[in-house]
C-alpha cells in the first residue's frame, strides 16, 4: 500500500513554514494519541503516521530530501520509510515529545526544577471569619540567593550547558529498537552547569530565609479555607519557577455561638418564670450588635427563634445568613422555704386545669400502655 504524502498527513501545504508545522503537528498528535483513544487501532495508526511525517518534515535535510525524491529518499534503510520505521525514530520522537509537550510536564532540563509549594495553618476567630482581616504571617522558606540573582554562580559569571547531555537534562542510550532515557548524572537534570559557584548559595540559587507576607482573608471564610498566594513558595532551583503558598484556616469555637454554613446558632436559658408569664430577653450578634427577642407566654424548651440576617457574612457577597436562639428553661435550684411555699400552693391552684399539657398527656399514655399489659 503506498504511504500518504508527508505534507498531506499532516493537512500542509509544501511551503508550509515551521510554525505551521509544530501547530499542524500539536494537533493531531493530541487529537489521535493512544491515551486519548483507548483500544483504537486507526488512532493509533494515524497517531505513529503523523509523528514520522513530523519526524521528517521538521529536520531541514531531511525535508529537502522528501521535497526532492518522496518516500524514495528513505529507502534501502535511508530512514523512516525502509520498513515504515527507522532505528533512530523512538530518539527522534522523544525530542519530539520534549518540544512539543515538555512545557506542560515542567519541562526535561535546562534549569526548570520548580519550588515546592509550601503549606501554613493559621486560626483565626469566628469574629475574624465574620468581618475579614489583613494578617501578617512569617513563613519560613527558601528563596531567590540576592548575590547571584537565583543563578548559582559567582558575580561575573554564568551557567554554561552541561557537556554530558548538551542542556537537555537527560541521557539516552539506544539498546536494540528501544531507547532508554535517564536523568543527566553530570547537571541531575538541570541542563546546566556551574563552574565557579557563588559564595553566598553555594551554587544553589537559593537561601534560607524567614519571609513576612501581608495576606487579606476575606469575609465570610468557613473553616478550612484554603487561600493560595502565587509564587510565594520556596525559590526554584537557580532561577526556575518559585512554589506557592497555600494557607489554611481553621476558625476557633466561639464561647456563644455555633456556626452551620452561614448561618448562626445560639442556646439562651431562661427562668421557668419568664417562660411561662412571657417576657424580653436580649441577645449578642456576631457584628456586636444586640438584639431582643419576645417571648410569648407559655414558652416551650428548645423553641428556637429566628433573627433574619443576623447570622454569617457570605463569602464574595452582600448578604448574609440567619442567626438561630434556642431557648432552654432552667428548672430553679437553692430554693428558700417561702419559695417552696408558693411553688406548692401554685401546684394546689392548677389541680384540674391543664397547665402542663405535654407531661400531662405523657404520663396519659404511660397509664394506658400499663393498663393494657394488665389486661
Known amino acids: 500500500m503506498a504511504k500518504q504524502d508527508y505534507y498531506e498527513t499532516l493537512d500542509l501545504s509544501r511551503g508550509a513554514g515551521e510554525a505551521d508545522l509544530k501547530k499542524a503537528y500539536r494537533k493531531l498528535a493530541m487529537q489521535y494519541h493512544p491515551d486519548r483513544n483507548p483500544d483504537d487501532a486507526g488512532a493509533e495508526r494515524k497517531f505513529k503516521e503523523v ?6 518534515l521538521r529536520d531541514a535535510d531531511k525535508r529537502a530530501a522528501y521535497d526532492r525524491f518522496g518516500h524514495a529518499a528513505f529507502e534501502n534503510g535511508g530512514g523512516p520509510g525502509a520498513g515504515g520505521f527507522d532505528s533512530n525514530f523512538g530518539a527522534g520522537f522523544a525530542d519530539i515529545f520534549d518540544e512539543m509537550f515538555g512545557e506542560f510536564m515542567g519541562g526535561r532540563g535546562g534549569g526548570t526544577q520548580r519550588g515546592a509549594d509550601l503549606r501554613f495553618n493559621m486560626e483565626i476567630s469566628l469574629e ?5 482581616k489583613t494578617a501578617e504571617i512569617r513563613v519560613p522558606s527558601s528563596v531567590s540567593c540576592d548575590s547571584c540573582a537565583g543563578t548559582g554562580a559567582a558575580k561575573g559569571s554564568s551557567p554554561v550547558t552541561c557537556g ?24 541531575h537534570g538541570v541542563g546546566r552547569v556551574i563552574e565557579r559557584p557563588c559564595t553566598g548559595c553555594r551554587g544553589a540559587g537559593r537561601v534560607e530565609k524567614t519571609k513576612s507576607l501581608k495576606i ?4 465570610g471564610v468557613e473553616d478550612g479555607t484554603r487561600i493560595r498566594l502565587t509564587g510565594e513558595g520556596e525559590a526554584g532551583v537557580r532561577g526556575a519557577a518559585p512554589g506557592d503558598l497555600y494557607i489554611f484556616l481553621a476558625v476557633r469555637p466561639h464561647r456563644l455561638f455555633q456556626r452551620d454554613g452561614a448561618d448562626i446558632y445560639c442556646r439562651a436559658p431562661i427562668p421557668m418564670t419568664t417562660a411561662s408569664l412571657g417576657g424580653t430577653i436580649e441577645v449578642p450578634a456576631i457584628d456586636g450588635s444586640r438584639a431582643r427577642i419576645t417571648l410569648p407566654p407559655g414558652t416551650q424548651s428548645n423553641r428556637r427563634f429566628r433573627l433574619k440576617d443576623k447570622g454569617m457574612r457570605i463569602l464574595r457577597s452582600n448578604a448574609r445568613g440567619d442567626m438561630y436562639i434556642e431557648v432552654t ?6 430554693l428558700t422555704k417561702r419559695q417552696k411555699e408558693l411553688l406548692q400552693a401554685f401546684e ?7 397547665t402542663s399539657p405535654e407531661s400531662e ?9 400499663w393498663d393494657d399489659l394488665t389486661e
Open 128 to 132: 475574624e471569619a465574620f468581618e475579614g
Open 216 to 219: 487579606n482573608i476575606p469575609s
Open 329 to 334: 428553661i432552667e428548672t430553679p435550684v437553692n
Open 361 to 369: 398527656g405523657y404520663f396519659a399514655r404511660v397509664k394506658e400502655f
Open 348 to 354: 394546689e391552684a392548677g389541680k384540674g386545669r391543664r
Open 51 to 56: 509523528s514520522e511525517a513530523y519526524a521528517v
Open 164 to 187: 554530558a547531555c548538551k542542556g537537555r537534562g537527560r541521557m539516552r542510550a539506544q539498546q536494540g529498537f528501544f531507547t532508554i532515557e535517564r536523568t543527566c548524572p553530570n547537571c
